[in-house]
């Protein structure tokens, strides 16, 4: 079964340090991968998607499909950017239906 | 626009009971998700809806679980009869037909805990 590894369930850090959250995927093809983030009290929404190669807020998130990773990186981390971020992975040949991690909670503090 | 609604946004019945989620996707999204948060676990998918029918059911965890989607508009997810392991949190996501890079729209979600 494809399978979406984030291995950190909790990552602190200061703010103004850089943050990577883990992320590595397990299917042999070409993958569809997604961020996903919840700030705390809202509702669970798209971060960024590798096909776009954006930045969002900040963040990057590079396909390595060498290493099967999609790590989620900041260089200057933010009070505000404390939430849970979710990997995720479109299932292949399957609509739109999408496979996550089970999640890193991210706390930046002062 | 109004985002995708879910109710309730807690509900806590005893084994054994019926209890329906309802979700109501955004306007003019076809395309409407259920998946299922367990306590420690993944976000699991359940199924998928295009408009009215089934696309992917393949994530139903088994008979007791029905969805709905009469009209293409909102979808219920019914258990019945619940179990404890039933308990987690449900979320509905919605997004535009035929746009594959179309993001998915998640509701609040619901909040099941069966006792």
């Known amino acids: 079964a494809q399978r979406v590894t984030q291995p950190e369930k909790l990552l602190s850090v200061f703010k103004g340090a850089p943050v990577e959250l883990k992320c590595n995927y397990s299917?042999?093809?070409?993958?569809?991968l997604f961020w996903y983030v919840q700030y705390s009290r809202q509702r669970l929404q798209l971060l960024l998607r590798?096909?776009s190669r954006e930045s969002i807020k900040g963040f990057t998130a590079d396909l390595n499909k060498g290493e099967t990773s999609f790590h989620l990186k900041k260089p200057f981390a933010q009070e505000e950017d404390s939430a849970m971020y979710y990997c995720?992975?479109?299932?292949?040949?399957?609509?739109?239906?999408?496979?996550f991690g089970k999640g890193t909670s991210l706390l930046v503090t002062p | 626009e109004a985002g995708v609604t879910q109710f309730p946004s807690h509900s806590v019945i005893e084994k054994g009971q019926t209890v329906t989620l309802r979700c109501d996707p955004i306007?003019?999204?076809?395309?409407l998700y259920w998946y299922r948060r367990v306590m420690g676990k993944e976000i699991k998918f359940l199924l998928h809806?295009?408009?009215?029918?089934?696309?992917?059911e393949s994530g139903m965890p088994n008979n007791r679980f029905l969805a709905e989607r009469t009209g293409g508009t909102y979808s219920t997810l019914k258990v019945q009869p619940a179990e404890l392991e039933d308990s987690g949190v449900y979320f509905c996501?919605?997004?535009?037909?035929?746009?594959?890079?179309?993001?998915?729209?998640f509701g609040n979600g619901t909040r099941l805990t069966v006792t």
């Open positions: 996501a919605s997004s535009q037909i035929g746009a594959g890079n179309s993001p998915l729209h």
């Open positions: 299917y042999s093809g070409s993958p569809e």
């Open positions: 590798h096909i």
């Open positions: 995720a992975q479109k299932y292949p040949n399957s609509g739109y239906a999408l496979n």
């Open positions: 306007s003019g999204h076809d395309n």
């Open positions: 809806f295009v408009k009215e029918s089934k696309q992917d």
